[in-house]
């Protein structure tokens, strides 16, 4: 939940990250490669301008741009990111987040974007 503080620890928490995290892109322009996926003209791509994007599942190998494009999808739709991982992550973690997120909907009309990374070390039933 955000409080008073939470931009002042935001800004700090991006002065202290890993350069991969700062160097990553910000918009869609910003992106490089993908360009069948989100280059211009594209369904995706328009989607995630137009706002009409839901849920969507990025699949691919690593280093490919899936978590940037969460990223670009939460900051060009204004809504707040939060990321999950399944190697540390639990079940009760992601339920924890989803009623965090209702309650952001709720509250301030906030959308969120979940972002489960590695959801495949998920067994079934947690998936």
């Known amino acids: 939940m955000d409080t008073l503080f939470t931009e002042m620890e935001n800004e700090r928490k ?5 350069l991969a995290v700062r ?4 918009s869609l322009d910003e992106l490089v490669g993908q ?10 791509r328009n989607a995630i301008e137009q706002d009409r994007l839901s849920s969507v599942i990025l699949f691919g190998p690593a280093g490919t741009g899936k978590t940037s494009l969460a990223h670009i999808v939460a900051e060009t739709t ?9 190697i540390g992550g639990t079940v009760s973690d992601l339920r924890r987040e989803i009623d ?16 489960v990374d590695e959801i495949h070390r998920f ?3 947690q998936q």
């Open 78 to 86: 204004k809504a707040t990111f939060v990321e999950v991982s399944a």
């Open 14 to 18: 991006s002065e202290v990250a890993p």
């Open 35 to 44: 360009d069948e996926a989100v280059g211009p003209g594209s369904w995706l």
């Open 23 to 26: 160097m990553r892109p910000r």
């Open 100 to 115: 965090a997120a209702d309650k952001r909907l709720a509250m301030g009309g906030l959308r969120t974007i979940l972002f």
């Open 123 to 125: 067994n079934r039933s």
